[in-house]
Structure formats: C-alpha cells, structure tokens
C-alpha cells in the first residue's frame, strides 16, 4: 500500500523537484473513487474545499432513493417499520462503528443530531457522577458544543472549566492534566478542532480522566470517515458526530451516538422518548429505559436521512480507513507545502498544526483579506469555507478531493492576494 510518505519522498532530490499535483493524483492509490461522486467533473465547481462540512453526493444514491421511494416506502408503507426501519438506527450505527469508530456492535446508534445528543450523553454522563459539579471544555471548540455545555451547566448547578488552547492547536493532555481534579465529573473535547484541524490524544487524554474518576465525551464530527479511531481499544466513554461531513449522509443527516458497553446499562438520557422504552409497542403508563444502546433513543428515527450514509459507509468499507487516512495526510502536507511556496510570502499565517500526523483533514489559513475574498471564490466555483475573525479553512474529504483541486484552491488565492 502506498502510504502518506512515500507520496512525499517518492521523487523529492531537491526542494524545487515537489512533485506536482498531476503527478499525485496519477499515483493515488484511491483516485478511482473521485468519480463515484456528484459533481466531480462539473467544470463549474473546479475547487470544492468544503467537503468537511458537507461531503459530495455518492452517484448511486439517485437510484437508491427511487428505490426507497417506490419499493420501501411506497410500496411497503407502514409495515417497512417492521420489516426494516425500526432496525435501520442499530443495524447502521454497528456499521459505521465498524467502519470508522473501531466500536464493537451494540454501543453505537444513528439518531437526532449532533447537538441533541450531545445534550442527552452529557446530561446522562453528569448524572453519574454525583456530588461533582465541574464540566470542563475548550474555548476553541465548536459553538454547538460550547452552548449546550453553558446551557446543562445551568441547568445542573454544574460549573464550566474552561480551557483556552493556542489557536492554530488544540486541547493537549497537560492542558487537561491542569485542570482534572475530585470536582471534574465530564470533559467535552472534539477529537479533531474544527478550525486548526488539531488532532487530540483522545486514548491519553481518556486515562487521564480516568486516573481522576472523569468520564469523557468525545466530539468525533471532524474526524469519523477521515482519522483512524479506536473507541473501545481506548476505552472511551462517550462519543457523537454528525453524518453529514465525511460520512456524506446529506444536510441535516441524523448523529450517531456511541456509549461504551461497560456503562450502557448505568446511564440514562434525559429524553425519555417511547422509541428508548423497553417495550414501545405496547404504550404502556410508565417509561422503563430498554436495555441496551436503545435507551439513547427518544423518538421516531430519521429514515431518510440514513440512505446516503449507507452508500458512504460502502466505499468507506471498500477502501479501507488506513488508505483513507494516507491519503488526508498526503493532501494536507501537498497543501501546507503549497501555502509555504505561494501564500507565506503573501503574508498569509498557517493557524494548523505543522505536523500531518497532528491533524485532521482540513488546514486552516489567516489573512486580513480573507472576509472580503471568500465569496469572490466561491463565485468562481473555488468553495473553501470561511472561519471568523480572517480564516479560510480548506477542507480535504479523502475519496472526493484531487490534488489537482487543491492546487487550483491555493492557487485562485494567490492570485487575489497578488492583485489586493
Ligand atoms: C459540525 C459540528 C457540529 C454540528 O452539530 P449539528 O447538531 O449537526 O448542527 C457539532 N460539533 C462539531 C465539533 C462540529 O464540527
């Protein structure tokens, strides 16, 4: 297998020699799936840079849709909760653990969004640590995750503790080790940072916690279908992600949620919905939590929202997370090489980790010109995604994004800065 190094050192006699992005798109090991998405060869939309927040459609899902719309629901109707549905949430969360959480059946399910179980798993994680009243999170982390911390925290009597990591890294695990103490009771931290792309030590900052009787709820919506993660060999506690970013389920596609098998049956969620009842279908008077990963569930599950992630998850099995993350890695060291050459001498900061194996698959970028540029690119089809107060965040999905997309990206912006 070709990994992220030897595409780095193959030819490279000299600092001029670089290979160019024709030359690593030829030698992608993975490049054949480029074309299974939407969109690809539009020459409309040269540089899509975005795809960690909303991936590509797969090209086969038109056909899974007509199929849905005609055979399963059409012509099933109400009996497809029986005969598929109402299995659809378990039977997709043990596959997408599989895939890309390292999670053995029975802990991960697909339901709400990221923000809703964010909610549930924190309120159930605080509820089983008694008398300690410290939530503790990062000020870089993403806004959802900050508010829904703010709004328990208030809700609980519970004390936030914040930490304040530099802004082109992230939470490290002395930040952490600063800060755990007998009053922590849940940390909430994303795996990846959602704008420096800082890739978190989620198995050391996990013992840590541990070590000071802490659970952790890891945020994994930067890093499901593009990092390698080990949920149970690292003995997480809790974890939830969007679909919709690497995982391509389209807007809005529902969460996953994951809780380790050795608390599933000591925790309860606070939406208490007839679909987490041990016994739904019989509409009894009082709610009794069912066993197992299905308690986390409230209401009826979002169907529709799961096909596309099942034609992801397809090509995700298909190609492997250890090619899937060579080639992040290969397109985010292509793109740090290409800011140093054209963009540093234009005054343009780097505010991502250095280090590939430091960081996800996006790279962050800081100009004062930034602001007022964005839509101009995305005018001419360049669609990276902006990032408040100058940021430009250039967004690398693994099975849809070219080299050649990359160059072109770095390129338009260099060439508006040029003529700022
Ligand atoms: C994208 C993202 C979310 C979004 O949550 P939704 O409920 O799907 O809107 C939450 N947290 C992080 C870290 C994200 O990157």
Known sequence: M??????????????????SAADLDARDPLRRYRDLFVGADDPALPAYLDGNSLGRPVKALAERYRRFVDDEWGGRLIRGWDETWLRKPFALGDRIGAATLGAAPGQTVVADSTTVSLYKLLRAALDARP????????????????????????ETG?????LEPDAAGGVTADDVRAVLGPETAVLVLSQV????GHLADVPGITRLAHEHGALVLWDLCHSAGAVPIELDAWEVDLATGCTYKYLNGGPGS???????????DGLRQPIQG?????????????????DGIRRFLSGTPPITGMIAIEAMLELIEEAGMPAIRAKS?????????????????LGVELTSPRNPAARGSHVTIDHPAFPAMVPEL???????????????????SPLSTSFAEVALGIGAIEERLQHS
């Open 158 to 162: 519970s004390t936030v503790r914040w």
């Open 2 to 19: 070709t990994t992220a190094t030897d595409l780095e050192t193959q030819p490279a006699p000299g600092p001029e020699a670089q290979p």
């Open 329 to 345: 890695e290969a397109l985010t060291a292509f793109a740090v090489r290409r800011i140093d050459e054209q963009l540093v001498p």
């Open 131 to 154: 008398g300690r009243h410290e939530i503790v999170i990062d000020r870089s982390n993403f806004p959802t995750d900050r508010y829904v911390v703010e709004g328990v925290a208030a």
């Open 274 to 290: 007839w679909m987490g009842e041990r016994t739904p279908f019989e509409m009894g008077q009082d709610y009794r939590p069912a």
């Open 378 to 396: 995305w005018e001419q089809g360049v669609i990276p995604d902006f990032r408040r107060p100058t940021g430009i965040r250039l967004g690398f």
């Open 193 to 196: 940072a959602y704008r420096s």
């Open 254 to 264: 529902p969460a996953f949620v994951y809780v380790n098998r050795a608390l599933l």
